[in-house]
């Protein structure tokens, strides 16, 4: 008996931490869309539709500073050429309409990468909830969003935390 009981405790702690990783990406990625949501909010600005495809493409976004170990900190507005070229588009824009079927009127992206995990510093970056910011635009209807987290040794070793967001204007 206590052999069967055993085991199913040790099936259960395997069990329950199989997918953490993912759990942390996913409660981050919600965690800064909150930060966007309560900033349009306060700014009187529409809420945005999140969507799967444009979560796809950031998260290629960030997975590619991953994979080419890109060191904290730093922001871009526009994926990487080389990123583009893989997808076979000339800019962000052209993969969005690609992937959502459909002819937008804009999109635009930007990747953070900090070397702290905070979020809010991440939405600090990203421009904030401040009126001029890219994120309070009042057209912006849909939204996507990466996230990954990395270590770097090069200029020097550090942790890398990669945050994308994707804003489409779809009328």
């Not at 055993?6 to 702690?13: I, P, S």
């Not at 052209?94 to 959502?100: A, I, S």
């Not at 994120?135 to 890398?160: A, D, F, I, N």
Request: aromatic share 8%.
């Amino acid at each position: 008996m206590r052999w069967i009981v055993g085991f199913v405790v040790l099936a259960v702690v395997i069990g329950c931490g199989g997918n953490t990783d993912n759990k942390s990406a996913e409660m981050a990625k919600q965690a800064l869309l909150r930060l966007v949501a309560d900033g349009r909010q306060q700014n009187n600005v529409g809420t945005l539709q999140r969507l799967e495809e444009l979560d796809n493409i950031a998260q290629e976004w960030a997975d590619y500073h991953e994979d080419n170990q890109t060191p904290a900190v730093q922001t871009q507005d526009t994926p990487p050429s080389e990123l583009l070229t893989q997808w076979n588009v000339q800019d962000l824009k052209e993969k969005v309409d690609q992937v959502l079927g459909v002819q937008t009127q804009a999109a635009e992206g930007m990747a953070v990468i900090i070397d702290n995990n905070s979020v809010s510093d991440a939405y600090d970056e990203f421009g904030g909830s401040a009126q001029n910011s890219w994120l309070m635009k009042p057209e912006w209807e849909c939204v996507g969003v990466g996230y990954t987290s990395y270590e770097v040794t090069q200029p020097s070793q550090m942790q890398c935390y990669c945050w994308v967001l994707i804003l489409v204007d779809k009328n």
